[in-house]
């Protein structure tokens, strides 16, 4: 129980287009998801908190209208990277925890790699 | 949010029991404590939860003394594939969901043969 799934998992584009990563909870309902995005050898950092139905909350420092999210059912959040470019590739996860749950269950990430 | 402090790396043998201890001194009242394993390239594992005393579970056990400003990730008879990142964490659990977690650098576990 308590699988995330992300697609894709790999993703090669061109700079200047967007790129939209899924989320999705496979067996339980998650009304809050997690994003973040991950620099080689270094730690998980916090993006944004994805609210279903309703307007995500970013971390300090993220821009909003660069990485745009959308939490529009129990079991699905997508990330969407708007005019990518090459400092924008990166290792994206996210979480999702039940509700009423104790704990965060990650997908399997995905790499972004912007020409 | 209660920041964590863990050993950057640790190094062990196989068939050595291997413990993480994290620092949390300013833990809240509801917050979790929550360990993961990270391999490259790869979305962090679950490995165990806690809120006091003792957990365990059939990968490993947690240990949180009565202060719970800190917490032990123990690891019997470690192997070769237990090479990886390890990150505590602690955070709020609320009705509906579960609060955001912020993730500290973490251990690097090396496992020699």
């Known amino acids: 129980g308590a699988v995330v799934s992300q697609h894709p998992s790999r993703v090669i584009c061109k700079s200047g287009t967007s790129v939209k990563i899924e989320c999705r909870s496979l067996?339980?309902?998650?009304?809050?998801m997690f994003w973040y995005r991950q620099f080689p050898k270094k730690s998980l950092m916090l993006m944004a908190t994805?609210?279903?139905?309703?307007?995500?909350?970013?971390e300090q420092g993220v821009e909003k209208d660069k990485f745009l999210i959308n939490h529009a059912s129990l079991t699905l959040s997508t990330l969407t990277v708007t005019s990518a470019h090459p400092e924008d590739s990166s290792f994206y996860i996210c979480?999702?925890?039940?509700?009423?749950?104790?704990?965060?269950?990650f997908g399997p990430g995905t790499r972004l790699t912007v020409l | 949010l209660a920041k964590t402090t863990q050993p950057i790396s640790m190094d062990s043998y196989e068939g050595q029991e291997v413990n993480i201890t994290c620092s949390h001194n300013?833990?809240?009242?509801?917050?979790?404590i929550t360990w993961y394993q990270q391999f490259p390239s790869q979305g962090p594992r679950f490995i165990i939860q806690?809120?006091?005393t003792k957990v365990t579970n059939e990968v490993a056990s947690l240990f949180i003394p009565a202060d719970r400003k800190s917490s032990t990730l123990s690891l019997p008879r470690v192997s070769l594939s237990d090479t990886a990142v390890y990150y505590c964490?602690?955070?709020?659990?609320?009705?509906?969901?579960?609060?955001?977690?912020?993730f500290g650098a973490g251990t690097r576990l090396a496992v020699h043969p």
């Open positions: 994805s609210n279903e139905g309703s307007k995500a909350t970013y």
């Open positions: 067996d339980f309902q998650a009304t809050t």
């Open positions: 806690g809120y006091k």
């Open positions: 964490l602690v955070g709020g659990f609320f009705s509906g969901g579960y609060n955001k977690l912020i």
């Open positions: 979480s999702a925890s039940p509700a009423g749950g104790a704990a965060q269950y």
């Open positions: 300013n833990i809240a009242t509801n917050d979790y």
